[in-house]
Structure formats: structure tokens, C-alpha cells
């Protein structure tokens, strides 16, 4: 039966340890979506942001991000990641994100995927509430993830591409 990791056996929160674990080869991909008015969407379109290009700064927000994890989610262990990267893509709802994130190493990177994505998303919110205040930062989950004692892990039903409906 699987247990909550981060408990002793006693129930205090404590860090895992990882030192008798093999370093392996670890990637995770996690989404997001930022639901917007089509007004907005026409807007970033245009690059008509007060603030720049959100897509472009989304996309360094959420490598930076990854890159940080461990400083921001506190029983995450520093990793040496060996790549990010963070896309976001124009839709006709809103906007898409996608991150992934890669390291060698005796622990996963589904945290770091998943913060790149939350964290180009805030952007994305940021960067467009002098448009829109409503929007909605909504489907964060992890997608895929391989490597590791529990090997390759596959979101059914994962929606990604053009997305469809009212905005």
C-alpha cells in the first residue's frame, strides 16, 4: 500500500531520503491553461500587452521558476536539472503551457515541471490584468513522467492542442 513520504513513522513532516537511490534519467511534463476573454487573446495576439510580450515572458518565468523549486516548495530536493523547457501557446479560450523538465538524479522532476507551468501561467496573469481581471489559471497537472523505482506515469485523458469553447 502506498504511504505519504514525506512522514515518519512517528507522523512528523520530514524531508525523504534519497542517498540509497540510483541516479537515473528523469523527465516530467506538466499543464496549464489561463482561460481569457477573446477580446484579451486578440490583444496578446496583437503583443498589445502594457507590459511586453507575455507569451516570451512566461515562457523565462517558468524556466526560472523550475529551476528554483526547492526554494519554494519546501521538502523538494535541489536537483541539477539538465533541461527546461516552458511553451506556451495561443488558443482559442486562452492560453496553453506547457513545461518539462529533465535531470539525472536520485529523485523526479514532476515538482519542477509543475512549478514552471504555475509560474509561466501567474505571468501570463500579470502580464494581462490591465486587459482582463477575470481570467481563471485553471488544468495544472502533470501530463507524463518517466524514470525512477516507479517508472513511466501517463495522464488519461490529458488534454493538449487547440482548445475549443467559450471564452
Same mark, same amino acid.
Given at each position: 500500500?502506498?504511504? @505519504?513520504?514525506?512522514?515518519?513513522?512517528? !507522523? %512528523?513532516? %520530514?524531508? /525523504?531520503? /534519497?542517498?540509497?537511490?540510483?541516479?537515473? *534519467? %528523469?523527465?516530467?511534463?506538466?499543464?496549464?491553461?489561463?482561460?481569457?476573454?477573446?477580446?484579451?487573446?486578440?490583444?496578446?495576439?496583437?503583443?498589445?500587452?502594457?507590459? !511586453?510580450?507575455? @507569451?516570451?515572458?512566461? %515562457?523565462?518565468?517558468?524556466?526560472?521558476?523550475?529551476?528554483?523549486? $526547492?526554494?519554494?516548495?519546501? @521538502?523538494?530536493?535541489? @536537483?541539477?536539472?539538465?533541461?527546461?523547457?516552458?511553451?506556451?501557446?495561443?488558443?482559442?479560450?486562452?492560453?496553453?503551457?506547457? *513545461?518539462?523538465?529533465?535531470? =539525472?538524479?536520485? =529523485?523526479?522532476?514532476?515538482?519542477?515541471?509543475?512549478?514552471?507551468? $504555475?509560474?509561466?501561467?501567474?505571468?501570463?496573469?500579470?502580464?494581462?490584468?490591465?486587459?482582463?481581471?477575470?481570467?481563471?489559471?485553471?488544468?495544472?497537472?502533470?501530463?507524463?513522467? *518517466? !524514470?525512477?523505482? *516507479?517508472?513511466?506515469?501517463?495522464?488519461?485523458?490529458?488534454?493538449?492542442?487547440?482548445?475549443?469553447?467559450?471564452?
Amino acid at each position: 500500500m502506498n504511504q @505519504l513520504s514525506h512522514y515518519d513513522k512517528a !507522523g %512528523r513532516v %520530514r524531508m /525523504v531520503d /534519497v542517498t540509497a537511490k540510483p541516479a537515473t *534519467s %528523469r523527465t516530467a511534463v506538466a499543464h496549464a491553461f489561463v482561460r481569457m476573454k477573446r477580446a484579451t487573446i486578440a490583444s496578446v495576439r496583437r503583443l498589445k500587452s502594457p507590459k !511586453g510580450n507575455p @507569451l516570451e515572458i512566461a %515562457r523565462i518565468a517558468g524556466i526560472i521558476a523550475a529551476k528554483r523549486t $526547492s526554494e519554494l516548495i519546501p @521538502l523538494c530536493h535541489p @536537483l541539477a536539472l539538465t533541461h527546461v523547457d516552458v511553451r506556451a501557446k495561443l488558443c482559442q479560450n486562452g492560453i496553453e503551457i506547457t *513545461s518539462e523538465a529533465t535531470a =539525472t538524479g536520485p =529523485t523526479g522532476v514532476e515538482m519542477e515541471a509543475l512549478v514552471g507551468a $504555475s509560474v509561466a501561467a501567474l505571468t501570463i496573469y500579470d502580464m494581462c490584468k490591465a486587459l482582463e481581471r477575470g481570467m481563471e489559471i485553471t488544468e495544472l497537472y502533470l501530463v507524463k513522467k *518517466s !524514470g525512477g523505482r *516507479s517508472g513511466t506515469y501517463v495522464r488519461s485523458g490529458a488534454r493538449t492542442g487547440v482548445r475549443s469553447g467559450k471564452s
